[in-house]
């Protein structure tokens, strides 16, 4: 049961109070690049569910089985970053193959994934916060959800703001940002959010 | 080699984070005190330095199918370098950036000029693209710290003058809300707005003395 509990407030905390973009800005350049369109925003957001998990798992392994094993822990942000990268190109080439579809709706996101700061960010706070095997995986699954809760959210607002009236200076880009402010202090009322005591 | 210009471009009409918009994780997430942005500026700068020159070196050697990968592990490397170096030297520094030190790897001006610039340029112009680089992105770094600490805190220089900084509203008057996420959004989107107006009339001048000749 408490590990039920404690689960659960690994998800809602990675979900709600701190979410990755808007909370702890991780992602914000997939964020704001591919958030013009709600069903790519959403595809997007697919895209780093699956991986974050994957990583999650990948690193940990990694972490616990190879680098701890050989005392070599300073060397976690090279072979992160190796690891996501080979991930991320290997669920690439397995979807072409196996699942077409599913790879016509992700494929042109995937590449853009290895440069997530999410996807590293989330390995590098399951280390860090000590977290075990399955605690891991679900923290880069559900923080994958809060990605893509906040891309799809931005993407509804954003494609109003394409033809709003605002000074030049603000046209584009900086609308933009002010409106995921706007976005991040709805999503502050969340902070503190505890469900169990 | 015209420094000048190319420090010009780092600063406004290229800055990497106001211009070229990349970069922006850690600009809006660090940028609380002085003290974080001064740090992360340098850690930026010395590694977008380090990485350029030995980019520009390797360029010829590396083969152009694999160079992303190979671009990311000479950055990771120097990055790594500059954690346990700041870990050693500077604890409280790195205790405060925390995970965003680990996270230049994939911060996207590294990266990008590496691509952009290190790849097709010589070794000391490509020193030279990183110290300007460096310094606007440092710069940037520095207004979005200065507004935001003033606005938030209400005092200056967090970290850098004495642990407290200088006051200078009241504390009963600053609005948190600036420190908080929200205001890296807000202060960033105002800052971006405002160097796109500049750069707008810089061109309009530009077009001006170009119509008198």
Request: aromatic content about 10%.
């Amino acid at each position: 049961m408490s590990t039920f509990v404690a689960l659960f407030t690994i998800s809602l905390n990675a979900i709600l109070a701190e979410n990755f973009i808007l909370v702890k800005f991780l992602g914000i350049c997939p964020f704001m690049g591919v958030s013009k369109k709600t069903d790519t925003a959403f595809g997007m957001g697919l895209a780093v569910i699956f991986v974050m998990g994957l990583a999650s798992a990948a690193t940990w392994a990694v972490n616990e089985f190879l680098l701890v094993r050989l005392n070599l822990e300073y060397m976690q942000t090279v072979v992160f970053i190796l690891v996501i990268a080979a991930l991320v190109q290997f669920v690439e080439m397995f979807l072409q193959k196996a699942l077409p579809a599913l790879y016509q709706a992700l494929g042109i996101y995937l590449p853009l994934i290895t440069t997530n700061c999410a996807v590293l960010g989330v390995a590098l706070l399951n280390i860090q916060n000590g977290y075990t095997f399955i605690e891991s995986v679900i923290y880069g699954v559900t923080g994958g959800v809060g990605f893509t809760l906040a891309i799809v959210l931005f993407s509804s607002v954003r494609e109003r703001l394409e033809d709003c009236d605002c000074p030049k200076a603000f046209k584009g880009f900086p609308l933009a940002l002010i409106a995921a402010g706007l976005l991040a202090l709805s999503f502050l009322g969340f902070s503190g959010f505890k469900v169990f005591g | 080699m015209n420094f000048k210009k190319q420090l010009k471009e780092g600063l406004l009409t290229n800055n990497p984070v106001l211009s070229q918009l990349l970069g922006m994780c850690s600009t809006m997430a660090i940028t609380t005190t002085l003290f974080n942005g001064l740090g992360m500026g340098l850690s930026v700068t010395i590694i977008l330095i380090c990485s350029n020159v030995v980019i520009s070196a390797l360029r010829k050697i590396i083969p152009d199918k694999i160079r992303i990968a190979a671009y990311i592990v000479v950055i990771a490397g120097f990055v790594t370098m500059v954690d346990l170096l700041l870990k050693a030297y500077v604890p409280a520094l790195s205790d405060s950036l925390g995970v965003f030190i680990p996270l230049i790897v994939v911060n996207c001006i590294i990266l990008g000029r590496a691509e952009a610039f290190a790849s097709k340029n010589g070794v000391l112009a490509s020193a030279v693209d990183g110290l300007t680089q460096g310094i606007g992105y440092t710069a940037a770094l520095v207004v979005m710290c200065i507004i935001r600490e003033f606005l938030g805190s209400g005092t200056f220089g967090k970290g850098v003058l004495g642990a407290d900084g200088v006051r200078i509203l009241p504390a009963d008057y600053p609005a948190l809300l600036v420190i908080l996420p929200v205001g890296g959004f807000l202060t960033l989107g105002c800052l971006i707005a405002l160097t796109q107006w500049i750069n707008r009339k810089l061109a309009e001048k530009e077009r001006e003395k170009e119509a008198v000749k």
